[in-house]
């Protein structure tokens, strides 16, 4: 079974920078697309964004282009999200999430506060 362990998330002020990283172990080679969604109290979760296990297709949510970035890192299994110019409303709980042919994985989550 596919595990996800996040890292990265914290307290910010508004304008500021966050970096997080998931970390994914087991056999990843079922594993075809990776993404980070989030979820903020009282909402639903929903995607921020996505990438292909090859890394050649990204797509965001329109709340977050031009300010995050999701890169693929094959020799460490890892996907990192780079959140830049952080909003009071990107505070949520972020979820790394795999997708394989027959099941989806959820990591823990990772809290992210951005102060205004």
């Known amino acids: 079974q596919v595990q996800l362990v996040e890292s990265g998330g914290g307290l910010v002020q508004a304008g500021g920078s966050l970096r997080l990283s998931c970390a994914a172990s087991?056999?990843?080679?079922?594993?075809?697309?990776m993404g980070w969604f989030r979820q903020a109290p009282g909402k639903e979760r929903v995607l921020v964004a996505a990438?292909?296990?090859?890394?050649?297709?990204?797509n965001y949510a329109d709340s977050v282009k031009g300010r995050f970035t999701i890169s693929r890192n094959s020799a460490k299994n890892t996907v990192d999200l780079q959140m830049n110019s952080l909003k009071p409303e990107d505070t949520a709980l972020y979820f790394c999430?795999?997708?394989?042919?027959?099941?989806?994985?959820w990591g823990q989550g990772t809290q992210v506060t951005v102060s205004s």
């Open positions: 999430n795999a997708k394989s042919s027959d099941y989806q994985y």
């Open positions: 990438i292909s296990w090859s890394g050649l297709r990204r």
């Open positions: 087991g056999p990843t080679f079922s594993i075809y697309d």
